[in-house]
């Protein structure tokens, strides 16, 4: 986790988007890892910003920016920011 303009930010995924044929504990495993990434800012009522990632060899994935409560414009403005490549 990094700090970007008093914002956390986090990975989305653990890693690349699963394979269609993923096994269920494979599957399973994955799921529990995401949620582990996913669920925090929902558990703890704080606001929290998904930027996609394309064209990795991976596949899609992402990471977000979560802000303290009542933040959630400045998380916008940040993810608007690096979204046109003006953040440092």
Known sequence: MQQLNG???LPTT???A????????KLADYR????GLTSIAGLSGLPQL????AGLE???CGFS????ANTETDLITTGLQLAQG???
């Open 65 to 68: 920016l979560m802000g303290l």
């Open 18 to 25: 699963p394979s269609l044929t993923l096994t269920g504990e």
């Open 50 to 53: 998904h930027l996609p990632m």
């Open 32 to 35: 529990s890892q995401l949620m």
């Open 86 to 88: 003006e953040v440092n």
């Open 58 to 60: 991976e596949g899609p």
């Open 14 to 16: 653990p890693s690349g």
């Open 7 to 9: 914002l956390l930010v």
